[in-house]
């Protein structure tokens, strides 16, 4: 059996590949994973760059699932549902997996859809996967992510591969193995404890790779470092005393990260009471200037 799936990276992609990836573990079928490409000077190279990364998520998505694959940016002129219903035809395509976003009666109007072109001219079934935001759950948001986790206390790792079983995880005890792993993968998120492994350091090259970071600490839980965090750039700072909410607190970030937003989402709000008992009353008022212009932004 062969399946086709259409895939032009971002979270409609993922569940499309997700979906196809359980699909063809239950029938033994060989995946082709397709990025239509316009090609010709309509390309930009960041937009080829970022094609090229995102088939390779695909590839070890299906490789760690044991199954064969076969990824290819195809560059023929055509549209994409042109494109992937010939590709179909070609390769005598058993299946074929998409994945839509929600779109209004005007958009779909004005812009068609490669979903319904495919549904309505391939040679074989169609399963369209559906992305909307707003009706996802933690887990279902935290399901295939690549995530790096960055602690030098093997418990404390351990914990964390339990807490976030439905997630594939890279782990480092060092600043050295989290730098080697993160020039030789893609990652969804970051967690990285700050004390033991130069954790602002590893922040600094997650920030270059555009990948969302969460602080974990329990030596470094103080007002300063809380502030250090967010000015160097991570998305949430969480004590360990949360760990065993750390799924919810890993969901948040992604889910602030889909909406197009670089941080705070609703950690914050959600921990100040503890930050409020832990550091004191008026713990704020040292940093006045900082944290009316942080209350500003992302409000307090």
């Known amino acids: ?8 990276g971002g979270e409609v992609g993922r569940m499309a590949l997700s979906m196809a990836r359980d699909y063809a573990q239950l029938n033994n079928a060989f995946v082709y994973i397709v990025t239509s490409m316009e090609g010709g000077a309509s390309e930009k190279k960041s937009d080829i760059e970022q094609a090229e990364v995102g088939l390779k998520y695909a590839k070890q998505l299906m490789e760690r699932a044991g199954l064969e694959c076969d990824t290819q940016q195809s560059v023929r002129g055509l549209s994409p549902g042109e494109d992937l219903v010939q590709f179909a035809k070609e390769n005598k395509i058993h299946h074929i ?8 009666r005007a958009q779909k109007a004005i812009l068609g859809s490669t979903a319904r072109f495919v549904i309505l001219k391939a040679p074989c079934p169609v399963t369209t996967i559906r992305f909307e935001l707003e009706s996802l759950s933690s887990e279902n948001l935290l399901n295939d992510r690549n995530i790096l986790v960055v602690d030098d206390e093997p418990d404390i790792i351990e914990t964390i591969e339990e807490l976030l079983d439905v997630c594939t995880l890279d782990t ?5 193995e ?11 998120l970051a967690i990285l404890d700050i004390m033991g492994v130069s954790g602002y350091d590893i922040l600094a090259l997650t920030n270059k790779k555009k990948i969302p970071a969460l602080m974990l600490t329990a030596h470094a839980l103080t007002p300063a470092n809380l502030k250090e965090s967010i000015e ?19 969901a948040d970030v992604i889910r602030t990260r889909i909406e197009g937003k670089t941080g705070y989402g609703s950690w914050f709000s959600k921990l100040q009471p503890f930050f409020d008992k832990t550091f004191g009353a008026g713990w704020r008022d040292k940093d006045r200037n900082f944290w009316n212009t942080f209350d500003d932004k992302y409000g307090g």
């Open 172 to 176: 480092a005890n060092t600043f050295e």
């Open 232 to 250: 160097k750039g991570a998305d949430s700072y969480i004590p360990k005393d949360e760990l065993a909410n750390l799924g919810d607190h890993v």
């Open 1 to 8: 059996m062969k399946i086709l799936v259409g895939y032009n």
């Open 97 to 104: 997996f998409l994945g839509i976003k929600k779109k209004s």
């Open 178 to 188: 989290a730098k080697k792993l993160l020039n030789k993968n893609t990652y969804d």
